[in-house]
């Protein structure tokens, strides 16, 4: 099977400073993959790096077989690779509407008013919120933003980047939930995230990042069950 997402040796960083060592990592179709590791280990960089916010220095993005590593983010985002950031980054003056629609500002922009449609079925809140500026929203309410934003573009691949960030623990529990039903709706999920038991609750593959390297990349059984990985990455 060739894969949707085929990451192969990325290197990148910030200035002098190398932050991906020769990174490989791969999504396939319909599945949903967790990234892991502690701050500073380089998901966020690897995110932007394959999403074309910061180019990469070296090696290859393919993303349904082209070539994507020097792409600009509005071609990759027509390809259909979405990320939803880190710390949600809604437009605080702007109303949940408004929000959405700009999440197919560059694709699916014709089918904007079933897809607004779609993000209200998904999210019934969003709907109660629809003319509300979002920076009065509570931090779940613009996590639902956020997800909703990026699900206005009809992403084949969606990124997740630490998507439970600051949420309480029962807005976490709908969170995962959210995301499991969107794999069984056949979309690929690219999950980078700190909740490490939840993740591997739900995720077909794992990988688990340490110093920019990848130092494993398995199944979330295989990982649980090494006493050695456990205690050096994930803390368990």
Avoid at 45 to 55: D, E, K
Avoid at 66 to 88: C, F, M, N, S, W
Avoid at 146 to 152: D, E, S, T, V
Avoid at 179 to 195: C, F, S, T, W
């Amino acid at each position: 099977m060739t894969p949707l997402l085929d990451v192969r040796g990325l290197r990148g960083g910030y200035g002098r400073v190398e932050v991906l060592r020769g990174v490989d990592l791969c999504v396939n179709r319909g599945e949903i993959v967790a990234l892991l590791g502690s701050n500073g280990a380089g998901k966020s960089t690897l995110n932007n790096a394959v999403c074309g916010i910061h180019p990469a220095w070296g090696g290859t993005v393919q993303f349904n077989e082209v070539d994507l590593t020097r792409a600009h983010y509005r071609v990759i985002v027509k390809a259909g690779l979405i990320q939803v950031p880190e710390g949600r980054r809604v437009f605080p003056n702007l109303t949940v509407r408004e929000n959405l629609e700009l999440g197919s500002f560059t694709r699916a922009r014709e089918r904007r008013a079933q897809n607004v449609e779609r993000v209200f079925a998904i999210f019934p809140r969003l709907r109660e919120r629809v003319a509300q500026r979002a920076g009065l929203m509570s931090g779940g309410e613009q996590q639902m933003l956020a997800i909703g934003r990026g699900l206005m573009a009809e992403p084949e691949l969606l990124i997740l980047d630490e998507p439970s960030l600051g949420l309480s623990p029962r807005l976490v529990e709908e969170l995962f939930t959210l995301i499991r039903r969107l794999h069984d709706d056949g979309l690929a999920v690219l999950l980078v995230e700190q909740n490490v038991g939840q993740s591997l609750e739900i995720a077909d593959r794992a990988y688990v990042l340490e110093n920019g390297s990848v130092r494993f990349a398995g199944l979330p059984a295989d990982l649980l069950a090494s006493d050695e990985l456990r205690r050096a990455y994930l803390g368990l």
